[in-house]
């Protein structure tokens, strides 16, 4: 009887091992996230969560091409290494407690940056001075900080 116990294991271990050799490749398991769509605001939005509307000022003209901002964050639709001028004084991280705009508002143009970030933050060379920059549809009247609810 324990030679057969003994074929029957072997047989066993040759069957399980060719149904494991002959089963299909494995795959990688994808997993996807979505980020829903960007923010609608007039002069850009955060580049973090939550993502809020950032106010008149804080967002250089490098920021937009033919008056549409290329957004930040998960958004970003720029080049690869771009760098654009922010006013960082216009940021709640560094203590800007002003309006901000609501989604929805028109633009208007008088920027002053002064520092340059890539699309998640990080500061760095634009490559150009921000004095004086201007692009096509970024233009208006009005003054730094958007005239939207305080938060």
Same mark, same amino acid.
């Given at each position: 009887?324990?030679? =057969?116990?003994?074929?029957?294991?072997?047989?066993? %271990?040759?069957?399980?091992?060719?149904?494991?050799?002959?089963?299909?490749?494995?795959?990688?398991?994808?997993?996807?996230?979505?980020?829903?769509?960007?923010?609608?605001?007039?002069?850009?939005?955060?580049?973090?969560?939550?993502?809020?509307?950032?106010?008149?000022? $804080?967002?250089?003209?490098? =920021?937009?091409?033919? %008056?549409?901002?290329?957004?930040?964050?998960? =958004?970003?639709?720029?080049?690869?290494?771009? $760098?654009?001028?922010?006013?960082?004084?216009?940021?709640?991280?560094?203590?800007?407690?002003?309006?901000?705009?609501?989604?929805?508002?028109?633009?208007?143009?008088?920027?002053?940056?002064?520092?340059?970030?890539?699309?998640?933050?990080?500061? %760095?060379?634009?490559?150009?001075?921000?004095? %004086?920059?201007?692009?096509?549809?970024?233009?208006?009247?009005?003054?730094?900080?958007?005239?939207?609810?305080?938060?």
């Amino acid at each position: 009887m324990s030679h =057969w116990k003994f074929l029957a294991r072997a047989f066993g %271990g040759v069957a399980l091992s060719a149904a494991l050799l002959t089963s299909g490749p494995v795959s990688p398991a994808q997993v996807g996230v979505s980020i829903g769509v960007a923010p609608v605001c007039p002069y850009g939005y955060f580049d973090y969560a939550p993502y809020n509307c950032a106010p008149y000022g $804080y967002y250089g003209p490098d =920021w937009f091409v033919g %008056g549409v901002f290329i957004g930040a964050g998960p =958004w970003f639709h720029g080049h690869p290494g771009f $760098y654009g001028h922010v006013d960082n004084r216009y940021d709640p991280r560094f203590g800007y407690h002003g309006p901000f705009p609501e989604r929805g508002e028109r633009a208007f143009n008088h920027f002053h940056g002064n520092v340059a970030i890539d699309a998640h933050g990080h500061v %760095g060379n634009a490559g150009h001075d921000p004095g %004086g920059e201007h692009a096509a549809g970024f233009a208006g009247h009005g003054h730094p900080g958007g005239g939207g609810r305080r938060r």
